[in-house]
């Protein structure tokens, strides 16, 4: 699997070392090469100087064979033109981009390029910790409308499972973690004190999770 990615400060060096430990081959954009020396001496991918819409740097970095690419500068209007121009014209199956600005992110995942705006996760899980401080979101799925939440298994759901937990289009348990060791959940499966419950459940039930805590 091959991955670009554009931009090499905080966020871009920590995917690229964080891909490149996992065996992907990646490259990596800046204007500024200094950037670079954040990826370390361990990091086996490869590097560029220049701008991530310039299509010459593009296409020596391998956009004709990328599975994949991330632009993450601290300009949105650099990621959302590398991005587009990735998308539209290079072809890359998947593409996304970091946006400051979360409408300008709405307009362009109309486009299909998945966008992650810092702005906006920053404001729905300050809000979900203040209102719902019993639970533990982890992060928000897709456009926003669904989240992953860990709960830890209290006396009120020893010996539960997942009838009654889940509600059909709300809540879904996905995954249990047990002694260390995470796996899936089928109805057989019974919940012990000391368990962490992995849930998909959409923003609008996140009360009814909260209430099935106090019960």
């Known amino acids: 699997m091959k991955i670009i990615i554009i931009g090499c400060g905080r966020v871009g060096s920590g995917l690229a070392k964080q891909l490149s430990l996992q065996g992907i081959d ?12 954040s990826l370390g001496k361990t990091f086996n991918g490869k590097t560029y100087v220049g701008m991530g819409f310039d299509q010459k740097v593009l296409i020596e970095a391998g956009i004709e064979k990328a599975d994949a690419l991330a632009a993450v500068t601290t300009r949105d209007e650099v990621n959302l033109v590398a991005a587009r121009m990735a998308k539209t014209v290079y072809k890359v199956p998947s593409v996304a981009a970091r946006v400051y600005e979360p409408q300008k992110a709405k307009i362009y995942r109309r486009l299909g390029i998945q966008t992650v705006s810092p702005v906006t996760l ?53 995954a249990l973690t047990r002694n260390g060791k995470t796996s ?27 209430k099935l805590l106090r019960s």
């Open 122 to 174: 920053g404001i729905e899980r300050l809000a979900s910790m203040l209102v719902y401080s019993n639970l533990n979101i982890e992060r928000s799925i897709g456009t926003g409308q669904v989240v992953l939440l860990d709960i830890a298994v209290t006396y009120k759901l020893v010996n539960k499972t997942l009838l009654d937990v889940n509600i059909p289009g709300e809540i879904q348990v996905v």
């Open 184 to 210: 899936l959940v089928n109805t057989a499966t019974v919940f012990q004190l000391g368990d962490l419950l992995h849930l998909f459940v959409t923003t609008t039930a996140k009360e009814k999770v909260s």
């Open 26 to 37: 990646v490259s990596v954009i800046d204007n500024d090469p200094e950037t670079f020396k």
